[in-house]
């Protein structure tokens, strides 16, 4: 038992909605840490209770009871439960083709939204969140979902987001980062040197990976393992083998996908896939 008289504990469940591009995820953990990772998806996270904290862009945040945490596409971040606590939370990733859609429907101008601040806490916004996220893990007419989810984005982006400004030209560095970036998505399974990521670019090893590390927040390898994570995770939706997804997709075998994955995601492949093909009604009886 933990001096805040909860049980030492963990659980977590990450699965798909019925709505393709939305993901959920509820967790109660007591001791696990996320490492450094990011997601190709927005976060909107509530949470529940007890106390987390997470680091991004270089300072670090507090995750208390009825606050949400916002994270932009490609935001690298990190994640652990306070000593002596834990904490309770429940995620909802939406892809970018499924903020496109809202955004269509909101007639918000311009182009994609980024948050304001990657805390905030809204008592308004907590309803319609616990609605739609409800409605996304029960059997739920789409007519109802697509309701609840413009309601809820509609409120969360006028309220806690602004719209980007056209960027500006890239400096040449930049450039290259974005073309190794490019070519360790295109490669992720492959053994790359940093030579092979230097002489691509025309840039020293060293000039290249702080130059990357400052941009992206990881270094080249970290970027391309985390790359692999997302390819590995895409294809637990498959018939494949876990052993054979982690050869595929850049692991040394089984193990280390394992150890990998539950280290970004905090569930196992295993538990992943259970997810997503059994039914389990009992998330949402969790979060009411």
């Not at 399974?189 to 670019?201: H, P, T």
């Not at 992943?272 to 969790?286: C, G, H, M, P």
């Amino acid at each position: 038992m933990k001096p805040d008289g909860k049980p030492d504990i963990e659980f977590a469940r990450l699965w798909e909605s019925s709505i393709p591009g939305i993901e959920l995820y509820r967790a109660h953990l007591s001791r696990h840490r996320f490492g450094k990772h990011f997601h190709e998806s927005y976060t909107i996270g509530l949470n529940l209770s007890g106390q987390g904290c997470f680091q991004q862009g270089g300072q670090t945040h507090l995750a208390v009871p009825s606050s949400f945490h916002l994270i932009n596409p490609g935001t690298v971040h990190t994640g652990e439960v306070l000593p002596q606590t834990h904490w309770s939370f429940c995620d909802l990733y939406l892809s970018l083709p499924i903020v496109e859609t809202v955004l269509a429907q909101m007639e918000w101008h311009g182009q994609f939204p980024a948050f304001r601040q990657p805390v905030v806490i809204d008592r308004s916004l907590q309803a319609r969140f616990y609605r739609l996220f409800h409605a996304l893990s029960e059997p739920a007419s789409l007519l109802e979902q697509q309701s609840l989810l413009l309601e809820a984005l509609s409120q969360l982006f006028f309220r806690h987001a602004f719209c980007r400004d056209r960027l500006l030209a890239p400096k040449p560095e930049s450039n290259a980062v974005a073309q190794v970036r490019a070519y360790l998505e295109a490669h992720y399974a492959e053994s790359v040197s940093i030579d092979a990521l230097a002489n691509l670019v025309r840039l020293s090893p060293f000039y290249l990976i702080r130059s990357f590390q400052q941009q992206v927040s990881l270094p080249p390898h970290a970027y391309q393992r985390h790359w692999q994570l997302i390819q590995a995770k895409r294809s637990l939706c498959t018939e494949k083998s876990l052993a054979e997804i982690a050869l595929e997709n850049g692991f040394y075998d089984q193990s280390h996908l394992n150890r990998s994955f539950k280290q970004t995601f905090g569930i196992t492949p295993g538990q992943y896939r259970k997810s997503n093909f059994v039914q389990d009604r009992e998330v949402a009886a969790l979060i009411v």
